[in-house]
């Protein structure tokens, strides 16, 4: 039996997922979509995709089934326990994203080995692998390099660290000491930084006060942030996310000289990312009541990230700086959005 071709993406209704989709269901060059989620894809979505399923990360079984129905070409994985729910839950975190993505890992090196060709492994991991030991080291590291500063305090941090590691072992060194090498694997790593989406409202996560913040001024409500205004980390308006991944995807394997790529598109402060909402939406109340432990989550996240070797290897550019990602990208979408829900 002929396997078709396809192109799977778990954790396909998060935020991530929605981009990612739209953005790919309309590239005639890549294969259909199998989209794989805990909950039933969005019906939005659904014309978009080849498939849908329902399923956990953790069924192998049902992993094994989709190798064996499909040739699967590229993997999005992009399911996991952001860092708010993985402090809730650390152990389930640990099963979803580090055990969640060794079974992955596996299947698509069978995959791999099946069709004799190397499939495209697309993972994003965080900033949260990062943790600066106080506030006066993250305001003098500036800019942190892939290699700096590795000593995550959440869950979700160790996860994302432990399982970079894992895809550049299964890639380069897996079964070194064998006459056969595998070749089945082609891992390749993006450390997002905060995504903010005009479509979708993150949950989970700790960098959540920003979109909460823009997505609660355009409702009219009040929004009490959870970390203080000088708080600085990282941000990406979603298309640059979505074109980061794309761009890693397709890059020629021989201009990779590494598996894991910082990538950023602009660096604010919860301060002032309020002045820009307040601009806009001139009603929006804003108030400020750090959460200590979430504060403290944040604190320990690098001010900034040096995306240089993103810039040389793949030529990684974002288009959205922070003007541009709320003049052109978040405020007018999250206008219309919310105009048509509110009439
Ligand atoms: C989170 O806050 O957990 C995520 C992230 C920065 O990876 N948005």
């Given at each position: 039996m002929t396997r078709e071709p396809i192109v799977l993406i778990t954790g396909a209704n998060g935020e991530v997922g929605h981009g990612l989709i739209k953005y790919l269901s309309q590239q005639a060059h890549v294969p259909e979509i199998v989209a794989f989620d805990?909950?039933?894809?969005?019906e939005a979505l659904?014309?978009?995709?080849k498939r849908y399923l329902v399923g956990d990360i953790l069924d192998n079984a049902l992993l094994e089934s989709l190798h064996q129905d499909y040739e699967i070409?590229?993997?999005?994985?992009?399911?996991a326990l952001l860092s708010t729910s993985a402090e809730k839950f650390p152990e389930l975190a640990h099963n979803v994203n580090v055990q969640g993505t060794v079974q992955l890992l596996h299947m698509a090196m069978r995959e791999g080995k099946s069709r004799q060709k190397a499939v495209k492994f697309i993972y994003p991991s965080s900033i949260a692998v990062y943790g600066l030991p106080d506030l006066q080291t993250k305001a003098q590291?500036?800019?942190?390099?892939?290699?700096?500063?590795?000593?995550?305090?959440?869950m979700y941090g160790c996860n994302k660290l432990y399982t970079e590691h894992l895809g550049r072992y299964y890639t380069?060194?897996?079964?070194?000491?064998?006459?056969m090498p595998s070749v089945g694997l082609d891992f390749r790593c993006l450390r997002f930084p905060g995504l903010i989406s005009a479509f979708t409202v993150p949950s989970?996560?700790?960098?959540d006060y920003a979109p909460e913040m823009i997505h609660a001024a355009a409702k009219g409500e009040a929004y009490t942030c959870f970390?203080?205004?000088d708080t600085a980390i990282p941000f990406m308006a979603m298309p640059d996310g979505i074109q980061a991944l794309i761009q890693l995807a397709e890059a020629?394997?021989?201009?990779?000289?590494?598996?894991v790529y910082n990538v950023t598109g602009f660096s604010a402060t919860a301060a002032e990312i309020a002045t820009l909402v307040q601009a806009e939406f001139p009603n929006a109340q804003i108030s400020y009541e750090a959460s200590a432990g979430r504060q403290g989550i944040v604190d320990t996240w690098a001010a900034d990230v040096d995306d240089s070797r993103a810039r040389k290897d793949w030529h990684w550019r974002p288009a959205y700086d922070i003007q541009r990602t709320f003049a052109d990208y978040l405020f007018p979408n999250i206008r219309e959005r919310y105009t048509e829900t509110m009439l």
């Open positions: 805990l909950k039933p894809l969005d659904r014309p978009l995709v070409d590229t993997i999005y994985h992009l399911a590291a500036g800019a942190v390099a892939e290699n700096d500063y590795l000593f995550p305090t959440t380069n060194h897996y079964q070194q000491l064998s006459d989970g996560g700790t960098s970390v203080r205004e020629p394997r021989e201009t990779l000289n590494s598996q």
